[in-house]
C-alpha cells in the first residue's frame, strides 16, 4: 500500500517535472530567435516623399529588446514584383531608426515593408514583420489601384494602453500655425518610444499595434528551414558560394581572397565548407565599395565561378488579397499630392534634411604592418614598363620570362638574400591580382609608389614568399580584371536617408508661402521617464485636418506600449480658396 | 522506474543542447571572423649562450590589436633581444615575429606560469629620438609603472674546438624600469635602489624620503618601487 502511494507520488513529481522541462526546452530553442516590429509615421505616402521608421528587434522569447544582431534589413515590395527599395540599417541595442526616400518614380499602389535580422532567416519568410503602406505617384490623378483587404476595424487609431489621459495637450482643436504642446503624464514607465503626429488618413489602416504584433508572436509556431545564418552581432555577413561552372557542383576547401580599391594592399578570405560556401564579415571599412572577391590558387584546368548570396533576398513573392476599387479616398490622395507639389515647389520638403552618418574611422583590414621603405619611379629616370623598373629600382624583385610569360620573385632576407622559387602576392591599388601580366605593363609615368616585403610572410593562417604592392597613380585596378575567376560587387553604404526637423512657421518671414504639413511631427526616440512628465511641442500648419498623434515603444521591462489621440486643426481659410 | 529516469534524462539533455545553441552562434562568430595576425617568418638563432626569450615555452596568449580587436589563444613568446613578439602558428607550425606597430597588448605567462601583461610603449631614448618597446605592465594609474625584460648580447665568446676558433653568442636579461609621468613624459631607471629614484624627483625628493620612511620601504626590489608609486599615486605627490 505504502508502495503504491510512493510510486504516485513520484509519477505525479515525474510528470510535473517533465511538463516544466518541455516547456524550458522549447523556450530554449526559441533563445536566440529574434522578431522584428517596424514603425512607420504614417501609412499613406507620396512618391518623393520619405519614410520615417523605428525598428526594433526583439528576442521573441523574452519579449525585450534583443543585443543579438547588430544589423537589421528592410525591403520595400509591389506586389508580384522586385523590390522597389533595399536599405540596411545598423541596430543598437535592439533599435534603429532613419528614413528612406521614395524615389519619384514610384508607380500607385499598395506596397509592402518587409523587416528582419539575418537569424530570422533561419525560419520562413513568415516570421519576418511586414506592414503595408499605400504610395501615390505624385502625377497619377486617375488613381485606379485596389487596397489591401482590410478588417472591419480601422486600426489606424490604435488603442490606448492607458487612462486616457496619458497623452494631453492643451487643447483640442487649434489654429493654423499654432504651437501644440504634448504632456505624456503619469506613465509610471521608463520606456524608449516614437511619436509621430500626422493626418488621419482617410483609408483604412490593416496594420497591427506593436502590443498586438507581440502577442501574435507568442501564437505564431515559426518552423525551422535552415540554420545557417549566423547572428550578425558584429557586422554584416556576406555569404557566398564557388561553383564549378562545367560539372555545377559547389567546391570545397576553395580559398576566396577580398579587397577592394585603397591606398594600402588589404585582404580578406575565407575558406569555401562542404557546401562550396562562404563567409566574410563585412566591418563598416567595406561600406559603400566595390569588392573584389578571387579564387586563389584555382586549377588551371578548372572553371569556378565565385556566387554572391543577395542578404535581402525574400523566398517568396508578396500576392495580398486587393479590395475592389473603391473611390472614396481620392479626396485625401489629391491633397496630399497637391501639399507634396507645393511644399516642393516652395522648398519647404516636410521639414527634412540630410541626416550625416557620423561613424568611427573604418579599419582597414591591412595585409601587412610593417614599415616598408616605399620606392617612388618619379624619383628616378623615366622607365618603360615593369620589367625596367624592376631591373633599374627593385632590387629585390626580379623578373623571368617563360614562353612570353613573366614570372615575378622576390628576394628573400630570411633565407640568406635568395630568391625565391616562388611568387609573392601581388596587389594593384589594394586589390589582389593573380598574375604578374595584370601589372606588366605599367610604367613609370603610371605608377605612384611601389612596397615590395621581402621575406616570407604570413597572414592569418595563409604564409607568402613576399608582397609586391603597387599603387598607381589613377586606380589602374578599375580597368583591370585581377583574375579570370575574380567577381566585382557593390557593397550598398548604409542609407539612413533624411531626419525629420519642426519647422517653426514664424521662421518663414514671407506670409504668402503656404505651409501645409500632413506630417507634424516624427520623434524616434522619446525618452519617457518614470517619475517625470515628459513633453513635446511642434507647429500645427494651414492644413484643416484630424491628426493623430500615435506613440509606441518599448518600456524598459519590455512591456509594449502603444497609445493614440487625436486633435484637429481648423484654418478658417479653406485650403481651395488659398 | 528506470524508464521515466531515462526519458527525464533525455528531455534535459535536449533543454541544455538548445540552450547552448545561442551561445554556440554568438561564439562561432567570433571564431569565424577573428582578425587576423600579421607578420615576418622568425628564423631561430643557431647556437648562443643564455637566453632570448622572456618565456622559455610557448603559451596560449591574448593580443589587443591596434586595430581595437582581440585575438585569443594563440601561441606567443616574448623575444627580449629583438624586442618582438613570435607567434607560433598552428596551422602551419611556421614561426613568425608579429608586426609590432599591430600589436597594443598583450597577455601571456611567464615560465613559472604567472599571468604577466605586456603593453606597446613609446618612450624617449637617448639613442633614438622616439622608439617603440614592449614592457611588463606593473602599475596603471596617475603614475604607471612598466617593467622592461630586455635581452642584451654580449661580445663573442670565442671556443677552441680541434684547433678550431668558434664564436658564439651569449644573451644575458638585463631589467630596465620606466615611469610613466601624468604629463605622459617617461623616466627611466636602470638600477633598483633609494637614490637612484630620489634623483627622478629631485623636486619631490623630501616628500618621497619622508614617506619611504614612513612606510618602511625597501627601494632594492620590486615590490618596494611598486608600494612607492602606489603610495606617491593615493598621496597625490606628482600632479
Redesign the interface.
Known sequence: MKKHLMMTI??RI?FI??VA??C??MN??A??QEAVYLQTDRTTYVAGESVFYKMYVFDSVTKKRSD?SKVGYIVLRAPKSDPALKNWVKVDAGIASGSLVLPDSLPSGVYQMVAFTS?MKNFSDQSFFHKEIVIVNRFDKRLDFRLVNSNPNDKSRCHQTDSLSWIMTDKLVYGPREKVVVSLKNTNVQANVAVSVYEEPQIKSVDNSIVETLDEWSLAPVESTSTAY??E??AK?LRGRVINETTRESVQAATVFLSCLDTIANL?YASTNSNGMF???LSDYYNGKELFFTIKDMPVDQKWRIEIEDNFILSDKWKPELDIYKSDFKDYIYKSQDIVYINKSFGLDNGVNEKPISENKP?C???????VKSVYPSDFVPLDSFPEISIEILPTVKLTKHNGKYQAYVMIS?QGNIYSDKEPLIFLDGVYVDDIQKIIDLNSARIKKIDV?N???????L?FYGIISIITKSNEIISTVPASNSLRYINENRNIGKSFVVLNPDSIKNNNIPFFKQLLYWNPNLELKQSDHTTFEFYTSDNTANFIIKIEGLSEDGTPISASSVIQVNNPINVTDQ | MKYYIGFAFLLMCFSINAQNNVTKSVSEVDTIFSPKLTGEIYVQERQYQGEVFYNNQYVKSNILLSTGEMVYGELLKYNGYLDEVIWMNHSNYKQFIIDKSSITDFWTKDNLDHPVHFQRINVRDTTISHRDIFVEVVIEGKMSLYIQHQILCLPDQITYSNGQARYIKTFEPRTLYYIKLPSNNFLKMRKLNRSSFLKLFPEQKKSISRLIKKNHLKLKSVSGLIGTIDLMNKESIID
Not at chain 1, 583590414?365 to 614599415?371: A, G, R
Not at chain 1, 621575406?455 to 593562417?461: K, P, S
Open positions: 513520484f509519477k515525474f517535472l517533465s522541462l518541455f524550458f526546452n530554449a530553442k533563445a536566440g543579438l537569424v549566423l547572428p552581432s558584429k555577413i580578406q563567409q566574410m564579415l579599419i583590414p591591412q595585409l601587412y604592418h610593417s614599415t630570411s616585403l621575406n616570407i610572410r604570413a597572414f592569418g593562417d604564409f
